[in-house]
């Protein structure tokens, strides 16, 4: 985060001796010269550390300085006076101040108590950021890759991490975008300092400018005193900026100054701030064909792209869904109080054959509903939802536009008699069974062509036609 520093001292020399120092500690500083009204002024502010002198401080102690501990982040409060008292000391104490140091300190002591200070800061920002994420941070090693699509996807991944520039990350919904920009400042030499995500798309668009740049006191209404951005509070880390193509044209522009300057402007504010950011930017959209339109700044999608990586859809990395699952159900199972503890080889055959047009998400949602209503600790093929089921049946044999064939739909008496998991487990082997018969004629009984239409290994399709039968010199 990039700290601010305000300096109230009625001293010009010492002030601008404690400017200089607090400014070689990469931070922001904001000079007070008069002490009329500062104690009203310092509540509208976002100041991390506040350096003071006697003459600023109000008489009596208590009340002006307590009411700073009613703000968000309470600053810390450092008095630099001539001389004080054992008396004062104790007064300041007890009011709430940090530090006391005297005025006649040399440069050197100055600046290594200052930079004590604004370390223990740093450390309360991070830790204040990244309370709320309750889930291990991700790594490279804790990717599924099994299949060939994502050991190539990991190595674009890693490369990605050993560099310090913009990535830009490309996908379908639910592919996990914001895991590998997690990921890759895990991995890259920014990992101990803050990462800060941004979903582009839910900000109105003041409000958006808001959030990325911050404001200062009246920048609009409402604004009652001045807040930071995520710009700042990425300082010296990594920004995520997700669903990019969302951004306001001119929000546009003004990223594109920040990308190429490296300084930032809080609305209503006049003096530019520097910062130390790394860019990564996500999106489910195609971001030249916004550019084509009008939609998207082509300079800005430039920028952007100069480290691009896509990260693959489930349905082609099905040979990693079996580990997927498993992972999902080790880590989920005992924080939803489930006795689950895996799943069936033919559940996991069933959904090898859907598409997940919801991707990775798609699957944990789906294995947590299934996991809520299994009686005992395996998930089987009939705990799974009926449109993972049949929907993939659409389209392929005699099955099409979504739904089965009319003569599996008709109920019998006998139907009627069985439990919905028998009846639909009839309904899905039906189907299956007909799907097989005529993708394998449709490929001569060329198995491993049949698998690989099909979407499954090819031991998963010979286990398939021993259960129903199905021989491949048949289809030759």
Not at 129 to 135: C, G, N, P
Not at 174 to 196: C, D, M, Q, W
Not at 373 to 385: T, V, W, Y
Request: charged share 30%; net charge positive.
């Amino acid at each position: 985060m990039l700290l601010q520093v305000t300096i109230a001292i009625a001293d010009p020399k010492l002030r601008s001796r404690l400017e200089t120092i607090a400014a070689s500690l990469d931070t922001h500083v904001e000079k007070i010269k008069q002490a009329r009204n500062f104690w009203k002024q310092i509540r509208r502010k976002t100041s991390d550390v506040i350096i003071v002198s006697r003459e600023f401080i109000p008489s009596p102690l208590s009340g002006e300085i307590k009411s700073l501990q009613d703000l968000p982040g309470i600053p810390s409060i450092v008095v630099v006076a001539d001389t004080e008292t054992p008396k004062e000391r104790a007064q300041y104490v007890v009011a709430g101040f940090d530090v006391l140091l005297e005025s006649h300190l040399g440069a050197n002591v100055l600046k290594k108590a200052l930079g004590t200070i604004l370390a223990k800061r740093a450390k309360l920002a991070r830790q204040l950021i990244t309370s709320e994420r309750k889930q291990p941070e991700p790594l490279l090693d804790s990717f599924v890759a099994n299949s060939k699509v994502m050991q190539k996807f990991i190595k674009m991944a890693r490369r990605a991490a050993e560099t310090d520039s913009v990535v830009l990350i490309l996908g379908e919904t639910g592919v996990g975008k914001e895991r590998l920009a997690r990921t890759i400042h895990n991995e890259s030499l920014r990992r101990e300092n803050p990462f800060v995500a941004v979903n582009c798309g839910v900000f109105q668009e003041t409000l958006l400018e808001s959030e990325l740049f911050g404001h200062e006191e009246g920048a609009f209404t409402g604004a009652a005193r001045s807040r930071r951005g995520c710009f700042e509070m990425a300082h010296t880390g990594t920004l995520f900026l997700d669903e990019i193509a969302e951004i306001p044209t001119h929000l546009q522009v003004k990223l594109l100054r920040v990308l190429d300057d490296k300084k930032i402007q809080r609305l209503g504010g006049e003096k530019p701030l520097r910062v130390d950011v790394r860019i990564l930017a996500a999106t489910n959209q195609d971001l030249e064909a916004e550019v084509n339109v009008g939609n998207f700044r082509k300079d800005l999608y430039y920028r952007l792209d100069v480290f691009r990586i896509t990260v693959p859809p489930l349905r082609e990395r099905l040979a990693d869904l079996s580990e997927l699952a498993q992972s999902f159900i080790d880590y989920t199972s005992p924080r939803i109080g489930s006795a689950v503890q895996k799943i069936a080889d033919e559940a996991i055959e069933q959904l090898c054959t859907y598409d997940w047009p919801g991707n990775v998400r798609e699957l944990f949602n789906v294995l947590e509903r299934a996991m809520l209503l299994c009686d005992n600790d395996m998930i089987a093929a009939e705990d799974l939802p009926l449109h993972i089921v049949t929907s993939n049946t659409a389209g392929k044999g005699e099955v099409s536009g979504g739904k089965l064939p009319a003569e599996y739909m008709k109920l019998s008496e006998n139907w009627l008699q069985k439990p919905l998991k028998d009846v639909r487990k009839e309904i899905y082997e039906k189907a299956e069974r007909k799907y097989l018969s005529h993708l394998l004629q449709a490929t001569h009984g060329k198995v491993g062509v049949a698998a690989e239409q099909a979407g499954i290994n090819q031991r998963a399709l010979y286990t398939k036609m021993k259960r129903y039968g199905l021989s491949k010199e048949k289809y030759r």
